[in-house]
């Protein structure tokens, strides 16, 4: 079982950014999908999240204007688009797969995101 981040980088205040979670070893269709962050001395805070079918998702209150979950399950791949990029975005940011009825959970190895000028 993997989940593998990628598209994090450096970017500026106000740019955009694509992650991207590369799902294998597991049915992508059974789990909902989450992306979670955690800034320098901060606890891990959930992003987005996004049902199976990809039909229904939920934000954080402070991001559901800028940032964006989705989900192509033919390619394993979950994404989350960030636009308007303000430094306190600065974190790594997981991929997270649940399937709660079989007590099932995964977590990516993360990905920098740095917002600065």
């Known amino acids: 079982v993997q989940l593998v981040e990628s598209g994090g980088g450096l970017v500026q205040p106000g740019g955009s950014l694509r992650l991207s979670c590369a799902a294998s070893?597991?049915?992508?269709?059974?789990?909902?999908m989450r992306w979670y962050r955690q800034a320098p001395g901060k606890e891990r805070e959930l992003v987005a999240t996004i049902n199976p079918g990809g039909s229904s998702t939920y934000y954080a209150d402070s991001l559901k204007e800028r940032f964006t979950i989705s989900r192509d399950n033919a390619r394993k791949q979950v994404y989350l688009q960030m636009v308007s990029l303000k430094p306190e975005d600065t974190a790594v940011y997981y991929c997270?797969?649940?399937?709660?009825?079989?007590?099932?959970?995964?977590w990516g190895q993360g990905t920098q995101v740095t917002v600065s000028s």
């Open positions: 997270n797969a649940r399937r709660t009825t079989y007590g099932y959970e995964y």
């Open positions: 070893g597991f049915t992508l269709t059974n789990y909902v």
